[in-house]
């Protein structure tokens, strides 16, 4: 069993900074690739930022670019993403998701096996 937990969520007023973190524990592997995903009411899940395991390579959602930097302590199976400027529209349930992708860009929500219970995020107008 592999556990994804997330942590971090919150209200916070548009323009404000939020950090999100996310571990995995159990039969996990050093070597997955972690990405987090929201997903707004009634829309459908989005992808908002990925990391490939030892940290090199990172991808983001164009809504995301340039406000969010996503990293990853590479010591153990856990992944960051600051969230800076943030918009009501960045309002959702954020999700960590890990899994050992190779080939694709990790942008993709069915390439994830693990995915945590989510944390609310709100950004309030």
């Known amino acids: 069993q592999v556990q994804v937990v997330e942590s971090g969520g919150g209200l916070v007023q548009t323009g404000g900074s939020l950090r999100l973190s996310c571990a995995a524990s159990g039969r996990s592997s050093s070597m997955y690739t972690l990405g987090w995903f929201r997903q707004a009411p009634g829309k459908d899940r989005q992808f908002v930022a990925a990391i490939n395991w030892n940290g090199r390579n ?13 990293s ?49 995020v709100t950004v309030s107008s």
């Open 58 to 70: 990172t991808y983001y959602g164009d809504s995301v670019k340039g406000r969010f930097t996503i």
């Open 72 to 120: 990853r302590d590479t010591t153990k199976i856990a992944v960051y993403l600051p969230m800076n400027s943030l918009k009501p529209d960045d309002t959702g349930v954020y999700y960590c998701a890990a899994d050992l992708v190779w080939g694709p860009a990790p942008t993709q929500a069915d390439l994830y096996a693990y995915w945590g219970q989510g944390t609310q």
